[in-house]
């Protein structure tokens, strides 16, 4: 059983590796209301910006690197994203991936 | 036929007041406790509010006049009315000591009536001690010695003992088993079992005062109601003149004396006086009574009953030394340096007045959802023993919860709402570069920074440049107190990733309660 504290070393990598172990089948991330600064505890309210989404997607890479585009950051920018696409868990290409508005 | 009804007889009605009142006490007492709202409807503190022993002491120590605790004058007033009916109709820890008593007392224990006095002159001395700065009254107080010893050691027992055996039947018992048994468990942490399993400071010696005090009843029947209980001690003096009492035996009684025997506070003397302050109207008298002479009334010009024979030398050394103990406080260490690692929750009162208000009652450890207070032991001193600190290692001060002051029965820690809560400053953190993993070896940690709850975080980072433990030269984020926005809440030690000591440590220093504490670096 591996600890918290190993968990969070090299964490990119970690995650990455826990997808391993509980395959998703469905990758659901709420965006409702996400944190731009100051998380994960606490905070301030300033730091909150709504969105109202929710992204669903078989491909939990694809999600994530959806997801990434909330924060007006690039895929690549987030390890666990990169450490996942390398392992051929999914795809992190943003053209490469098709998504529907519902 | 219908006379079949049966009359329950009086010491019966008293015993379905006792069971009445043990189970109003349990429900408050499970009550106690966080259940995923921010505001506590019922707590046990009601019957400390009650409870005359505390009130004075408490008001002596601050001298002022505490609102929360003006409910005991009630106590008093029913009292002068009615006699000592609190013990022998009310008391929780008086119901269980009746009800241990065949597990414990010795045979033929006597009824010894010589200890009688030393509950007076204990309470002399506890509130003598209390007016003059030693506020000792809730090691003994019946309520705090019974809610500690369930809150740190019972309770969490039977937690342990549902878990344990749902657990085996959960992972080892067939389907059909589980059926059954998940639900029962399902109900009782819903209704009994606390909120979340905790640990608590001084369980073992809370369960050993709490076993003491039952186990007491080997030296005769409610030996700590008849000998030791200041609370006790307080209401006798009061009954002693009650408007309604037992008036017993006459000369011209048969002079059996069996009322005498069933007595189970001694309080009836030769000649078959019922000394009022010391019946605690149990009634078992009543029936006993060959000639049915015994009876509960207007009491006025009735014979008062032999008074407990008071030494009036022992009475003066005991409100002497009561007076005179707490000279010898301002000679010790602490008095001119406080322990550093002596956190307060948040709301607490400046030192003195707090530990002359707190009554040594638990529910503030009982209700902390980060399960960070803990029972003191000699860090405050002598007279700090049981009160309430944060140890940040074990949990955390949660940010926007302010339970401890809602359960507060004297305000030793005041009613915060969330805002004053957040600017509550209880001490502060400074970061330990020696142990800290990205000054001494060079990995990247952020967990402190992560968890520091401050809408401003009073954890932030310098970058830096240093040399890894492989010698590799790394761009990291170290991490830094600022002091203005520190409210010392301990998450942050807490949840450092090192075993052992934290990186990040949490001291009293700076904290808003204490008038040295106004500037960040304290002075």
């Known amino acids: ?102 | 036929m219908r006379r079949k009804v049966s009359k329950l007889s009086p010491s019966r009605w008293r015993q379905i007041s006792q069971l009445v009142f043990l189970g109003f006490f349990l429900f408050l007492f499970v009550k106690t406790d966080y259940s995923g709202s921010d505001e506590l409807t019922w707590a046990v503190n009601i019957l400390f509010r009650i409870d005359p022993l505390l009130a004075v002491t408490a008001m002596a120590a601050g001298k002022t006049i505490i609102a929360l605790m003006l409910p005991a004058a009630i106590t008093l007033a029913l009292t002068v009315l009615f006699g000592r009916f609190f013990c022998g109709w009310i008391c929780p820890l008086g119901t269980l000591i009746d009800g241990s008593r065949r597990l414990v007392e010795r045979s033929g224990a006597g009824r010894e009536r010589d200890g009688r006095r030393f509950k007076y002159y204990l309470l002399f001395f506890l509130l003598a001690a209390s007016l003059f700065g030693l506020p000792l009254a809730g090691y003994l107080d019946p309520f705090s010695i019974l809610v500690r010893g369930l809150t740190f050691a019972v309770h969490p027992a039977l937690d342990h003992a549902a878990t344990s055996f749902f657990t085996l039947t959960y992972q080892h018992g067939p389907a059909w088993l589980n059926i059954v048994t998940e639900p029962v468990y399902a109900v009782l942490k819903e209704s009994v079992l606390p909120f979340a399993a905790k640990v608590y400071g001084l369980a073992v010696v809370s369960l050993l005062v709490l076993i003491a005090v039952l186990g007491l009843g080997f030296f005769g029947r409610r030996f700590f109601c008849r000998a030791l209980c200041p609370l006790g001690a307080l209401l006798a003096l009061f009954s002693r003149y009650s408007l309604f009492r037992l008036t017993g035996g006459s000369p011209e009684c048969a002079g059996c004396r069996q009322c005498r025997t069933v007595c189970r506070m001694a309080a009836i003397d030769n000649e078959r006086n019922i000394a009022a302050a010391e019946c605690i109207l149990c009634l078992d008298c009543l029936p006993s009574c060959p000639k049915s002479l015994i009876h509960y009334g207007w009491g006025r010009g009735a014979n008062r009953g032999e008074a407990v024979d008071l030494s009036r030398r022992a009475a003066i050394a005991s409100l002497a030394a009561g007076m005179l103990s707490p000279l010898v406080l301002p000679s010790r260490l602490l008095a001119r340096h406080a322990d550093p690692q002596l956190i307060r929750p948040p709301g607490a009162c400046a030192e003195e007045e707090f530990l002359g208000r707190c009554v040594r009652c638990g529910e503030c450890m009982k209700v902390c959802i980060g399960n960070a207070l803990h029972s003191t032991w000699l860090e405050a001193g002598l007279e700090g023993i049981f009160s309430p600190r944060l140890i940040s290692r074990i949990g955390y001060c949660e940010f926007n919860c302010t339970l401890c002051g809602q359960v507060c029965p004297t305000g030793a820690i005041r009613r915060l709402n969330r805002q004053e809560k957040h600017a509550t400053i209880i001490g502060r953190a400074y970061i330990d570069r020696n142990r800290c993993l990205p000054f001494t070896d060079g990995v990247p940690c952020i967990v402190c920074e992560e968890h520091c709850p401050t809408p401003d975080k009073a954890i932030k980072f310098r970058e830096a440049e240093v040399a890894n433990s492989r010698g590799e030269t790394v761009r990291l984020l170290q991490p830094y107190i600022v002091g203005e926005l520190c409210i010392g809440c301990g998450i942050c030690e807490n949840k450092c990733p090192l075993s052992g000591e934290a990186a990040v440590v949490v001291t009293a220093a700076g904290q808003s309660r204490e008038s040295s504490g106004t500037t960040i670096y304290g002075y």
């Open chain 1, 1 to 102: 059983m591996a600890t918290r504290g190993s968990l969070h070393h090299n964490l990119g990598q970690s995650l990455a590796d826990l997808a391993t172990v509980i395959r998703p089948k469905l990758t659901v991330v709420d965006a409702t209301r996400i944190l731009l600064r100051n998380g994960p505890q606490g905070g301030n309210v300033d730091d909150v910006r709504r969105f109202d989404t929710l992204i669903a997607s078989a491909d939990p890479v694809a999600a994530d690197a959806y997801a990434t585009t909330l924060f007006e950051l690039e895929p690549g920018d987030i390890e666990a994203t990169v450490a996942a696409f390398e392992m051929g868990l999914g795809e992190m290409d943003l053209a490469r991936i098709k998504v529907v508005t519902a």
